[in-house]
T-cell receptor
Framework: AQKITQTQPGMFVQEKEAVTLDCTYD???????LFWYKQPSSGEMIFLIY??????QNATEGRYSLNFQKARKSANLVISASQLGDSAMYFC?????????????FGDGTTLTVKP | NAGVTQTPKFQVLKTGQSMTLQCAQD?????MYWYRQDPGMGLRLIYY???????DKGEVPNGYNVSRLNKREFSLRLESAAPSQTSVYFC???????????????FGPGTRLLVL
């Protein structure tokens, strides 16, 4: 069964600094994808970044990068040069390729607060 | 493109009442999903539809029914609402689970449901 663990309920970072949000996962499948979503206080879920299990390079999208360590089953999100608008809840999710519809499993989230 | 739209945005029900949450997507996606998000937690899958004409149970289907009306629309029905169903409900869609691929889910803005 899929499982996602986000061990940091809350994180603080100073504006313009980098921050790492932790995510570990558990799966018996060899083929899967890992996602990060941002949920601001307004409530919508915004897709940030995706990493495939067979991707050799870490994914990057602008200020977001994913530190993927397959052997340790971790997929940490790194946000560089934090901005006040980055304050939000962040969710890590996983989907296995072998399921019929690629059902996602979500972690419980990390609340990030960016301090001015 | 509106992406994924949901109606209503907010609803208050009394215990035992019924209602239908509507979801539509204009991205020509094959797969659609319904999730619930309880306070301080990640999303949990209620039902999904891998393609038009098919629906399957997710992690927490009890108390809900779904209808994939056509390729664009996927509705969630609560036949007899209970206070335990107070939650935020998200609809999502994705291109479709292709063999060997993991595709991104795109979310609607959510429906906040309060059952008294």
């Amino acid at each position: 069964a899929q499982k996602i663990t986000q061990t940091q309920p809350g994180m603080f970072v100073q504006e313009k600094e980098a921050v790492t949000l932790d995510c570990t996962y558990d799966t018996s499948d060899q083929s899967y994808g890992l996602f990060w979503y941002k949920q601001p206080s307004s409530g919508e879920m915004i897709f940030l970044i995706y990493q495939g299990s067979y991707d050799e390079q870490n994914a990057t999208e602008g200020r977001y990068s994913l530190n993927f360590q397959k052997a340790r089953k971790s997929a940490n999100l790194v946000i560089s040069a934090s901005q006040l608008g980055d304050s939000a809840m962040y969710f890590c999710a996983m989907r296995e390729r072998n399921t019929n519809a690629g059902k996602s499993t979500f972690g419980d989230g990390t609340t990030l607060t960016v301090k001015p | 493109n509106a992406g994924v739209t949901q109606t209503p945005k907010f609803q208050v029900l009394k215990t035992g009442q019924s209602m239908t949450l509507q979801c539509a997507q204009d991205m020509n996606h094959n797969s659609m999903y319904w999730y619930r998000q309880d306070p301080g937690m990640g999303l949990r899958l209620i039902y999904y539809s891998a393609s038009e004409g098919t629906t399957d149970k997710g992690e927490v289907p009890n108390g809900y029914n779904v209808s994939r009306l056509n390729k664009r629309e996927f509705s969630l029905r609560l036949e007899s609402a209970a206070p335990s169903q107070t939650s935020v409900y998200f609809c999502a869609s994705s291109e479709g689970f292709l063999a060997g691929e993991v595709e991104t889910q795109y979310f609607g803005p959510g429906t906040r449901l309060l059952v008294l």
